[in-house]
Every structure is written in structure tokens, then in C-alpha cells.
């Protein structure tokens, strides 16, 4: 049966709202580095209705909309900002520092680094890595943006800084490399752009 858990699987500060369903071996509020041996820090704030499956471990300074979901073995880190209606799946990372809009679906085992931007309706397929270090490991830190009603196919890689366009396609296993311009198909390593056939990105 689904219950809101005890420490010690809750750290800091954390809210639920109702309707939550929050099953075993759940971890909310997880210090980040800072924070770690103190008490009173703010953990996880999360909206009406979400549904956190075993393994999911979201650190602190996480702000999450209604209707969230996450599938199992889910890690969200520190100072990420979710909006509604948001699905994670299974064995998903998303390292922190990152902000998703409404409407998002990430499929299973994907790879969001931190300083990320996704933005309303974007649907990332399974196995899609973005990264975020043009030169590892060097710095230079700049994530991705992924614009409004994207779609990423399983398996393709997002280099770092790169914008994906409002309403463009990526295909499954593309090596993106350059920014894809809005409502247009990225496919191919390196991906190549191309016209959006009829139908698709509707």
C-alpha cells in the first residue's frame, strides 16, 4: 500500500500535496554537499498528485508541479525546478540545476547534466543522452535548450549548448551538433537537417 515514508528516507524541509502516493524506498530531501549534517534545509517541494515509485531519490532545493510521476531508481538533484504534468521514467538521472516546463516525458534511462532547459510538450525518448562539457573536463559548463513541443527518438546524443528548435524532430540514435531550427527533422550522425515530413511534430 502507498504511503508518505519516515525518516529516515525524509531529510530537510519537505511538503507533499494531496493525493500523493508515495510508495517503499522513496528518499526526499537528500542533502545536497552544502547541506549535508544540518537539519532545517529546504528539501522537496511537490504539487497535488504525484505518483513516486520505489528507488526514486530527489535531493533538496527541488521544486516539483501537480500531477508529477516517476518511474523506479529516478535521481532529480539539488536546485531543479519542475513544472506540471511532468513524467519521468525508470532509471532516469537528471543531475540538477535544471528546469522543465509543463507537459514533459522523459522516457526511461535517459540523461538530463545539469543546466538544462526544457521547455512545454517536449517528449525525450528512451536512452537519450544530453550532455553539457564541450571539453571535458575542462569547464565551460552550458546544457542544452530544448524548445516548446520537441521531440527527441530514443538513443540520440545532444551535445553541449545546443538549441532544439520549437516544435522539431529529432531521430532515434541522431548525434546533434549544431542547433536544429524550429519545426524541422535532425536525423544522422553527424545530423544532418531536413524538411519535417507531413504529419510529424503535430
Known amino acids: 500500500m502507498a504511503e508518505l515514508l ?4 525524509k531529510y530537510g524541509l519537505n511538503t507533499v500535496g494531496e493525493g500523493g502516493r508515495i510508495f517503499n524506498d522513496v528518499v526526499l530531501g537528500f542533502p545536497s554537499r552544502e ?11 511537490i504539487g ?5 515509485r520505489p528507488g526514486t531519490v530527489i535531493y533538496s532545493d527541488v521544486k516539483i508541479g501537480d500531477n508529477f510521476s516517476s518511474g523506479h531508481h529516478v535521481m532529480i538533484r539539488e536546485k531543479t525546478f519542475i513544472g506540471d504534468n511532468v513524467s519521468v521514467g525508470s ?5 540538477g540545476n535544471c528546469t522543465f516546463g509543463n507537459n514533459v516525458s522523459l ?5 538530463i547534466p545539469t543546466n538544462v532547459l526544457i521547455e512545454d510538450n517536449v517528449f525525450i525518448g528512451p536512452n537519450t543522452v544530453l550532455t553539457n562539457d564541450p571539453y571535458p573536463p575542462h569547464g565551460g559548463i552550458k546544457g542544452p535548450v530544448i524548445k516548446k ?3 527527441i527518438g530514443a538513443n540520440a546524443t545532444i551535445l553541449p549548448g545546443i538549441t532544439i528548435g520549437e516544435g522539431s524532430l529529432v531521430g532515434a540514435a541522431a548525434v546533434v551538433t ?5 519545426g524541422t527533422l535532425a536525423v544522422g550522425n553527424p545530423a544532418r537537417i531536413k524538411e519535417l515530413p507531413k504529419g510529424a511534430g503535430k
Open 48 to 52: 497535488k498528485n504525484c505518483v513516486l
Open 149 to 151: 513541443g520537441a521531440s
Open 107 to 111: 522516457q526511461s534511462l535517459v540523461y
Open 35 to 45: 547541506q549535508i549534517g544540518k537539519n532545517d534545509f529546504t528539501g522537496v517541494n
Open 6 to 9: 519516515q525518516v529516515p528516507y
Open 178 to 182: 549544431k542547433d536544429v531550427p524550429a
Open 91 to 95: 532509471n532516469c538521472i537528471i543531475e
